[in-house]
């Protein structure tokens, strides 16, 4: 099993970046995608996640019209496109992957079954 993630980078304050997961050795349909964020200093926190079974999507409040998750179930990619980049959304970026529907996703990342190598973002102002 495994999950990559990369697209990160720096990006000035109101850039765009689209980072994006490749998901191989498992059932994809049968797992939600999460996308989390670790600051430094502070805990990994879900940002966005999306129900592979049924395209539903979930985006915590500070990156709600800002982000936006997708996937494309032929090549077991997700995608989050960030838009509107602000110096608070920097940070290590992973994906992980999750056995049920979206709400596995907002259970906690101790539910989470597979995560992959973070992708750094960083923003400058």
């Known amino acids: 099993v495994q999950l990559q993630a990369s697209g990160g980078g720096l990006v000035q304050a109101g850039g765009s970046l689209r980072l994006s997961c490749a998901a191989s050795?498992?059932?994809?349909?049968?797992?939600?995608i999460g996308w989390f964020r670790q600051a430094p200093g502070k805990e990994r926190q879900l940002i966005s996640c999306?129900?592979?079974?049924?395209?539903?999507?979930y985006y915590t409040d500070s990156v709600e019209g800002r982000f936006a998750i997708s996937y494309d179930n032929g090549k077991n990619m997700v995608y989050l496109q960030t838009n509107s980049l602000k110096p608070e959304d920097a940070g290590t970026y992973y994906c992980?992957?999750?056995?049920?529907?979206?709400?596995?996703?907002?259970?906690?990342?101790?539910?989470?079954?597979?995560w992959g190598k973070g992708t750094q973002v960083t923003v400058s102002s």
């Open positions: 999306i129900g592979t079974d049924t395209g539903n999507s």
């Open positions: 992980a992957a999750g056995m049920g529907n979206i709400n596995i996703c907002n259970y906690g990342e101790h539910f989470m079954d597979y």
């Open positions: 050795g498992f059932t994809y349909r049968e797992y939600a």
